[in-house]
């Protein structure tokens, strides 16, 4: 096992690519070596044996030349003697090798002579060689044959003799090329011989060299299993500066971060447990299948559940919504789901928000569930389209009456002395009446806005409650109503914009004359107290439910809408003087019984002034 083991390493690896890069190294340069060498061999024996045959055509030319119309032996014994030249002095360049062959045709293709003393018995038979046949044709021939009988290749160069462009023979010079071959043969031996040597070092100094990579290596992979079972506590061990030195020393520096790492992520899993505990909305989390596996404190709150009950419950089950869909249809939900858990106690109402979990591969692994209780939004919504509403119908009502007034006056009613004033007073009032709404509109606008600038001046309060109620006295004498008043005769200071605290006076007691029956009694009491002044205005009319007692502060909210209206009230001096109020720091709230009064206490807090002589 061991041993396969060490086939699989990367030690062997390294081994093998050195080796293996050396041997091919070696192989190319072997083949390149002997190539370039053959071609040189080649190229000089052909230049030599070139060289010789140039020198015998010169003589034979001159000799077959000179010797015409001589005596047939005497031209034999000429050729033979050059052939001889040509055998001895092949034989004294290349000692230990067979000389070139050189042979004499004559113009008839009859061999005239031969320099192999072995083929003697060929001089004066015909030729039927076919390069001498071309050759006769004025054809220089040179090629590499190879010589069945010999086993070995051979050169062969074939010339025409000519004189003044007759050819007078044929020079066949054949050389073979064995020692040539022998020899590129030998020198490939020792570089084969020299490869192997080389290739056995390069592996003993292989594996000397792969030990020096492969132990850093090794302790590196014993430390990273470490690693992977949680123990970051050890180092890897650094051999030298090279470059394994310095991985094993950035080793050491990941060890080091994964350990912070590990540290700073366990830190956070902390963080956000502490965040999902404490977060506002509620988080569930589910698989892919859509059953839950997490739900936080906020989420078990708003269900009404805990999270060890609801682990592997479907999610749609827990949310109310199995019966019409199911957990793979939330998938598809980009939008919120409105969810509706109110009683006939109380509204409820909670907004769930899908977003699915992903793998970087697509499939989806679950689902984060969000929810966010939104009954007091909805409530502020459905507050806002009443008031859209309550505005629309009171801009109408006057409006329908304005135009069947006019309607009634255009058609003759002017020309009445009894309906023509009547019709235009009530016109007239709901024009009065329009006008009071809209500025009231605008006036609350303003003050959503931050548009209304109050100007603090220092004011008597119990000065300033006195004037009101004079005024209120003075225009209220045909209704028989009494006005009780309780106020101190010593000067209250507060600081304030003095008008629109009188408008909160003027809004509280117009209100308590239009509710109070004839013969009624409208109190007036201001306290002080140490640090704040309270106004109570009481009153002796209809009064308010306790169920709608929280309202009566809301913009065009009426107890009783039909008899208001008549009245002439729009439903905004209460929301007006509430906004006017905590625009200065105090606060203004309702007590009452139904048919038995309703009181209106108003706090304001003291100016410096009064402070400052308290402190006195």
């Given at each position: 096992?061991?041993?396969?083991?060490?086939?699989?390493?990367?030690h062997?690896?390294?081994?093998?690519?050195?080796?293996?890069?050396?041997?091919?190294?070696?192989?190319?340069?072997?083949v390149?070596?002997?190539?370039?060498?053959?071609?040189?061999?080649?190229?000089?024996?052909?230049?030599?044996?070139?060289?010789?045959?140039?020198?015998?055509?010169?003589?034979?030319?001159?000799?077959?030349?000179?010797?015409?119309?001589?005596?047939?032996?005497?031209?034999?014994?000429?050729?033979?003697?050059l052939?001889?030249?040509?055998?001895?002095?092949g034989?004294?360049?290349?000692?230990?090798?067979?000389s070139?062959?050189?042979?004499?045709?004559?113009?008839?293709?009859?061999?005239?002579?031969?320099?192999?003393?072995?083929?003697?018995?060929?001089?004066n038979?015909?030729s039927?060689?076919?390069?001498?046949?071309?050759a006769l044709?004025?054809?220089?021939?040179?090629?590499?044959?190879?010589?069945?009988?010999s086993?070995?290749?051979?050169?062969?160069?074939?010339?025409?003799i000519?004189?003044?462009?007759?050819?007078?023979?044929?020079?066949?010079?054949?050389?073979?090329?064995?020692?040539?071959?022998?020899?590129?043969?030998?020198?490939?031996?020792?570089?084969?011989?020299?490869?192997?040597?080389?290739?056995?070092?390069?592996?003993?100094?292989?594996?000397?060299?792969?030990r020096?990579?492969?132990?850093?290596?090794?302790d590196?992979?014993?430390?990273?299993?470490i690693?992977?079972?949680?123990?970051?506590?050890?180092?890897?061990r650094?051999?030298?500066?090279?470059?394994?030195?310095?991985l094993?020393?950035?080793f050491?520096?990941?060890?080091?971060?994964?350990?912070?790492?590990?540290?700073?992520?366990?830190?956070?899993?902390?963080?956000l447990?502490?965040v999902?505990?404490?977060?506002?909305d509620g988080?569930?989390?589910?698989?892919?299948?859509?059953?839950?596996?997490?739900?936080?404190?906020?989420?078990?709150?708003?269900l009404?559940?805990?999270?060890?009950?609801?682990?592997?419950?479907?999610?749609?089950?827990?949310?109310?919504?199995?019966?019409?869909?199911t957990?793979s249809?939330?998938?598809?939900?980009?939008?919120?789901?409105?969810?509706d858990?109110?009683?006939?106690?109380?509204?409820f109402?909670?907004?769930?928000?899908?977003?699915?979990?992903?793998?970087?591969d697509?499939?989806?692994?679950?689902?984060?569930?969000?929810?966010?209780?939104?009954?007091?939004?909805?409530?502020?919504?459905?507050?806002?389209?009443?008031?859209v509403?309550?505005?629309?119908?009171?801009?109408?009502?006057?409006?329908?009456?304005?135009?069947s007034?006019?309607?009634?006056?255009?058609?003759?009613a002017?020309?009445?002395?009894?309906?023509?004033?009547?019709?235009?007073?009530?016109?007239?009032?709901?024009?009065?009446?329009?006008?009071?709404l809209?500025?009231?509109?605008?006036?609350?606008?303003?003050?959503?806005?931050?548009?209304?600038?109050?100007?603090?001046?220092?004011?008597?309060?119990?000065?300033?409650?006195?004037?009101?109620?004079?005024?209120?006295?003075?225009?209220?004498?045909?209704?028989?109503?009494a006005?009780?008043?309780?106020?101190?005769?010593?000067?209250?200071?507060?600081?304030?914009?003095?008008?629109?605290?009188?408008?909160v006076?003027?809004?509280?007691?117009?209100?308590?004359?239009?509710?109070?029956?004839?013969?009624?009694?409208?109190s007036?009491?201001?306290?002080?107290?140490?640090?704040?002044v309270d106004?109570?205005?009481?009153?002796?009319?209809?009064?308010?439910?306790k169920e709608?007692?929280?309202?009566?502060?809301?913009?065009?909210?009426?107890?009783?809408?039909a008899?208001?209206?008549?009245?002439?009230?729009?439903?905004l001096?209460?929301?007006?003087?509430?906004?006017?109020?905590h625009?200065?720091g105090g606060?203004?709230?309702?007590?009452?019984?139904?048919?038995?009064?309703?009181?209106?206490?108003?706090?304001?807090?003291?100016?410096?002034?009064?402070?400052?002589?308290?402190?006195?």
């Open positions: 096992m061991k041993i396969i083991d060490f086939f699989k390493s990367i062997f690896k390294l081994i093998l690519i050195f080796v293996l890069l050396i041997f091919v190294a070696m192989q190319f340069i072997t390149f070596f002997t190539s370039a060498l053959e071609d040189t061999l080649v190229e000089n024996f052909n230049d030599t044996l070139a060289e010789q045959t140039d020198l015998l055509e010169y003589n034979v030319q001159e000799e077959l030349t000179q010797s015409r119309g001589e005596d047939d032996n005497t031209v034999q014994e000429d050729i033979d003697s052939l001889s030249q040509f055998a001895n002095s034989a004294n360049n290349d000692p230990g090798h067979s070139p062959e050189a042979r004499v045709i004559g113009s008839n293709q009859i061999i005239l002579g031969t320099s192999n003393i072995n083929e003697q018995d060929i001089v038979n015909q039927n060689d076919d390069l001498v046949q071309r044709l004025g054809n220089t021939l040179e090629e590499v044959r190879w010589d069945a009988e086993g070995h290749r051979v050169s062969l160069i074939v010339r025409p000519e004189e003044d462009g007759e050819i007078l023979g044929v020079l066949y010079v054949r050389s073979d090329m064995s020692s040539v071959y022998s020899l590129v043969n030998d020198i490939s031996s020792i570089l084969i011989a020299a490869s192997i040597i080389v290739l056995i070092l390069n592996a003993i100094l292989g594996i000397l060299l792969a020096t990579i492969t132990r850093p290596i090794a590196m992979q014993r430390q990273a299993k690693m992977g079972e949680g123990d970051f506590s050890r180092r890897v650094v051999y030298g500066n090279d470059e394994i030195g310095q094993a020393h950035s050491n520096q990941l060890t080091l971060k994964l350990k912070e790492s590990q540290a700073s992520t366990e830190d956070e899993r902390k963080k447990s502490s999902l505990t404490h977060m506002t988080v569930i989390a589910t698989d892919e299948l859509g059953r839950i596996i997490l739900m936080n404190k906020r989420a078990e709150q708003l009404n559940k805990n999270s060890d009950e609801m682990e592997g419950t479907y999610i749609t089950e827990a949310l109310h919504l199995s019966e019409t869909l957990s249809d939330l998938y598809d939900y980009n939008e919120a789901i409105m969810l858990f109110s009683s006939e106690e109380q509204d109402l909670l907004q769930a928000n899908f977003s699915i979990v992903r793998n970087e697509g499939p989806v692994t679950g689902l984060i569930t969000v929810l966010h209780d939104v009954t007091e939004q909805e409530k502020i919504e459905r507050e806002r389209r009443e008031f509403s309550n505005v629309s119908h009171e801009l109408r009502t006057p409006l329908t009456t304005l135009k007034y006019m309607e009634a006056l255009e058609d003759g002017m020309q009445d002395e009894n309906l023509g004033p009547r019709f235009l007073q009530v016109t007239q009032n709901e024009t009065d009446r329009m006008i009071r809209v500025n009231d509109l605008l006036q609350l606008s303003r003050m959503d806005s931050d548009e209304i600038s109050l100007e603090f001046f220092t004011v008597d309060l119990s000065e300033m409650i006195n004037q009101v109620i004079e005024r209120f006295e003075m225009i209220n004498k045909d209704k028989n109503i006005f009780y008043k309780e106020v101190p005769s010593y000067p209250v200071y507060v600081d304030m914009d003095k008008d629109r605290i009188y408008q006076f003027d809004n509280v007691l117009s209100n308590a004359v239009k509710y109070s029956p004839d013969g009624g009694e409208i007036v009491q201001m306290f002080t107290r140490a640090d704040a106004v109570e205005i009481s009153d002796q009319g209809v009064g308010i439910p709608s007692q929280h309202r009566i502060f809301d913009r065009f909210y009426r107890v009783d809408k008899r208001a209206r008549n009245l002439g009230g729009t439903g001096g209460l929301a007006i003087a509430k906004e006017f109020i625009a200065h606060r203004i709230a309702a007590d009452s019984e139904w048919k038995k009064g309703t009181t209106i206490l108003i706090t304001l807090p003291y100016s410096v002034i009064n402070k400052a002589e308290a402190g006195s």
